[in-house]
């Protein structure tokens, strides 16, 4: 359960971060996570653009090959949604008065992510850019 160790302690650093359920998220990551692919950070927030929905709680596993964010649903099934470095377009960060927001902008569509501690905002960007930096530059070789 590494993905959920990482989560705890993004969760124990960023206490405003809002998210539930963390385990059962990380549950659903940990079982699309492939053999040879290893998880380099983790954290979570909601998988929302409005900072008042709260009960959509998502991990997100960034690793060697792939930003993936998964969601356990409240009574069943669950929710996986995949970015690889050749549709990551651009990250965009935005800090409110409480809480912060991140937008992964992809080829397909924009994610959002929400209702993340402000303080969280330059260590996820830090982590996501560095990650598809490096994947990115694989793709060219």
């Not at 470095?85 to 929400?114: H, R, V």
Request: with cysteine.
């Amino acid at each position: 359960m590494r993905v959920y160790k990482l989560v705890r302690r993004f969760k124990a650093k960023y206490g405003m971060t809002i998210a539930f359920n963390l385990r059962k998220h990380s549950e659903v990551v940990e079982s699309v996570i492939d053999k040879d692919e290893h998880v380099l950070y983790a954290f979570c927030g909601q998988k929302d653009d409005s900072h008042k929905m709260i009960f959509d709680t998502c991990v997100v596993a960034l690793t060697n090959k792939r930003i993936i964010v998964g969601q356990k649903r409240v009574l069943w099934g669950y929710q996986v949604t995949t970015i690889t470095p050749e549709l990551f377009n651009d990250l965009k960060l935005n800090s409110g008065l409480l809480w912060g927001k991140i937008e992964i902008d992809t080829i397909k569509e924009n994610l959002f992510i929400s209702n993340l501690d402000n303080k969280s905002l330059d260590e996820i960007e830090t982590n996501i850019n560095r990650m598809m930096l490096e994947e990115k530059k694989k793709l060219r070789q």
